[in-house]
């Protein structure tokens, strides 16, 4: 009932936020993201995981502690996109190719921006800069695969040989395909809610209350604190919070790696049961969050120009518009005559 009464009394601020999550995710989420979501299942579930992961095997298995054939899970989750490791990681589970804890581990690190999100996105688009983006996104990706590392110290080494795969089943493409297209769509329907969401908080004052409350902490400022709690909610609504209020670009690195609740929610909605403890989950976004936040400072201060790049980053005024490129069009275009090319002489599919 307070639900419903919220949707009248704040319609004017609930139809503005959704109207622009809907032009962010037609514009921007899946030009970048539908492609990485199918070519995730199509290496999983067509067995082209496991050529990648042979290359991979010895630093999946020495490192993480996970059999070989979750190389091209954890690679394609540092490219592709928050719920592309998570989809796969799902993948993985369902076929047995690994079970309840290494799925549950990897769910600690597989989590990141992808990099169109990242550096064509952040960077380029909202902080104007390019080489800041790659530095948010070699922050964040990073401290990830860190945090792997440090998630299977004392676990057993995964056996090196593995018995023969089954055959890849008939219209593997197709199925890739839709599944994708199922992610790409509940990713955009959680958008739309938390935007739902945050519209509420912010027209009840609930939202500005807590941020002030953040702030009289001391640990941040107002500006700060507000756009922290934007990224918590969901990440792309932090970003344009940040961007508004000027924030730093290590608050970026930070909200970025964290993901935001709207991601979370779509991680769990991939698995029937999630094969990690939910406290355990936040333990580690929290935690990928403050690495990511820390190593991005380091190499702001190490790497030359890195400095220059940053100051003119937060100097840009904020409130940047979502828009489409024809850069985006026209990989996905790409993306999808690859699938026709890889689909062959396989006129057996059935029709999508």
Partial sequence: MLA???????????????????????????????????????????????ALGAWLGFFTRRLYRLPPCCGAVILMACIGGYPAGAKGVS????????????????????????????VTFVGATVLGSA?????????????GLLLGIVAGIGKPLPPKTRGR???????????????ACRSVLLMCGCIA?????SAILHGCGLFQWIAARLAATGLCTSAESAALCAFLLEVTGGVGAAAELRAGPALYAFGLAF??????????????????????????????????????????????????????????????????????????????????????????????
């Fill in 131 to 143: 080489r800041t983006g790659w530095l948010l996104f070699a922050a964040v990706t990073l401290a």
């Fill in 91 to 118: 993948l993985l589970l369902e076929q047995g190719r690994i079970d309840r804890e290494q799925a549950g581990r990897m769910l600690l690190f597989c989590v990141d921006p992808g990099i169109a999100f990242v």
């Fill in 259 to 352: 993901g935001g609740l709207c991601v979370h929610m779509q991680v769990f909605a991939l698995f029937r049961e999630l094969p990690v403890r939910r406290g355990k989950f936040f333990l580690f976004r929290f935690l990928h969050g403050g690495l990511a936040a820390g190593i991005f400072l380091l190499l702001h201060r190490l790497l030359p120009g890195a400095q220059e790049a940053a100051l003119q980053a937060s100097a840009l005024p904020g409130g940047v518009a979502l828009s489409g490129t024809w850069m985006g069009g026209l990989s996905l275009l790409l993306m999808c005559v690859a699938f026709l090319l890889a689909a062959g002489g396989d006129a057996s599919s059935p029709p999508a």
């Fill in 4 to 50: 419903g009464l919220a949707l009248v009394v704040y319609a004017e601020e609930i139809r503005s936020a959704l109207r622009d999550s809907i032009t962010y995710c037609l514009t921007v989420l899946v030009p970048a993201l539908f492609p990485f979501m199918a070519v995730t299942g199509l290496a999983v579930s067509s067995g082209a995981g496991e």
């Fill in 193 to 197: 809610a938390f935007a739902c969401f």
């Fill in 165 to 179: 795969s089954a055959a890849p089943p008939t219209g593997v493409l197709i199925g890739s395909v839709t599944g």
